[in-house]
């Protein structure tokens, strides 16, 4: 009898194992946070634990830059010399890892050329602009200015981040370094510079953090660059002819991220309501629509316009973030939000809602 029961119930319980994949959706449904961020139609509920991975097996000391390929794999730029690169899927399961040894691995872009995608990875230390392919291997090694007499032989080259054109040229952002976008043509010779270091000057910059092609105007795509001491998003042609400021009052912005009609940023640093300079463990998300209006700032304060249409200061409004250097948007609209100095924490995901 009891060997009858014991049956019964296997049979059962593998019936139901086997016909109810909500089963394994409420085992495996992640953990969020019950707290809504976010204003308007961008609320998120964030997901701390999404990429955690064994730190001793896969460790990770500054989590940089994401994007996304066409076949929906997440890749993960680290400045650990371990593995540069961490690739993931949708639900954060590491699918693979590889280093090109850059320890100071800082800005990641993709881009298609034909059939096949490629990696832009820089390292700021080094100075170094490298293109791979999604496995790896090295294809292109851009050469330093220095080295092509487009800067004096001593003058600082930090590159952070870099943007492909229409035409396949790339532009490299010297964030850290003289502050200029440096255009070379796809095969990597030297086209020309445009920028420089300025507070007060409209087409320069104060750290020239991130440059990625505006496609939002197909018939006129252009560079958005950031200028984040500046707390600004400036615009230029894809000649190095400035067009306009997009100012962010206390947002000390990353990198511009474009999908669909939207502008997307982390917030590495901020400011308080009573100390207007850069303040450490102060980030959070900012987006941007079509008009490059401010729609919502997840983990930051509602964006206010006043009646003259200036933008009033943004500042973190819950501390959910430290330092957000990086937004990824999947194909669902979450965000994968990538941290730097933020103990080493592995990125967060943000499910909308």
């Not at 961490?86 to 691995?105: E, F, P, Q, R, V």
């Not at 092509?148 to 490299?172: C, K, Q, S």
């Not at 997009?246 to 999908?259: E, H, Q, T």
Request: with cysteine.
């Amino acid at each position: 009898m009891q060997r009858r029961r014991f049956i019964k119930t296997t049979l059962l319980t593998g019936t139901f194992l086997k016909f109810s994949p909500q089963l394994f959706h409420i085992i495996s449904r992640p953990k969020l946070n019950a707290e809504v961020i976010g204003h308007g139609d961008f609320k998120y509920r964030v997901e701390k634990n999404w990429g955690d991975l064994d730190p001793k097996k896969t460790p990770v000391n500054n989590c940089h830059e994401m994007v996304q390929s066409a076949d929906g794999r997440l890749f993960l730029l680290t400045d650990h010399p371990k593995n540069n690169i961490i690739i993931y899927d949708k639900s954060g399961k590491l699918l693979g890892s590889w280093t090109l040894n850059y320890a100071g691995a800082h800005g990641l872009s993709i881009h298609r050329e034909g059939g096949d995608e490629y990696l832009y990875i820089t390292d700021t230390g080094a100075g170094k602009v490298t293109k791979t392919t999604l496995e790896g291997k090295i294809v292109l090694d851009l050469k330093s200015p220095n080295k092509m007499g487009a800067y004096e032989p001593n003058a600082f080259y930090r590159p952070t981040e870099t943007a492909i054109g229409p035409n396949g040229d790339i532009y490299v952002a010297d964030g850290y370094g003289s502050q200029f976008i440096v255009q070379y043509s796809s095969k990597g010779e030297f086209i020309q510079k445009f920028g420089g270091d300025s507070f007060l000057q409209k087409n320069k910059f104060k750290q020239a953090h991130g440059v990625a092609l505006d496609t939002r105007d197909l018939r006129n795509p252009t560079l958005l660059c950031s200028a984040r001491i500046k707390n600004t998003f400036k615009r230029f042609s894809l000649e190095g002819e400035f067009i306009e400021d997009i100012y962010l009052p206390g947002a000390f912005i990353s990198r511009p991220v474009i999908d669909g009609e939207n502008l997307y940023s982390g917030v590495c640093f901020g400011m308080t309501k009573e100390n207007y300079n850069m303040q450490m463990n102060l980030g959070f998300v900012t987006i941007l629509d079509k008009n490059n209006q401010v729609v919502s700032n997840p983990g930051g304060t509602k964006p206010k316009y006043k009646k003259d249409g200036k933008l009033e200061m943004m500042t973190q409004d819950k501390p959910v973030f430290k330092h957000c250097h990086d937004v990824c948007v999947d194909s669902d609209k979450n965000l994968y939000v990538c941290q730097w100095n933020a103990d080493k924490v592995y990125p967060y995901k943000l499910h909308r809602v």
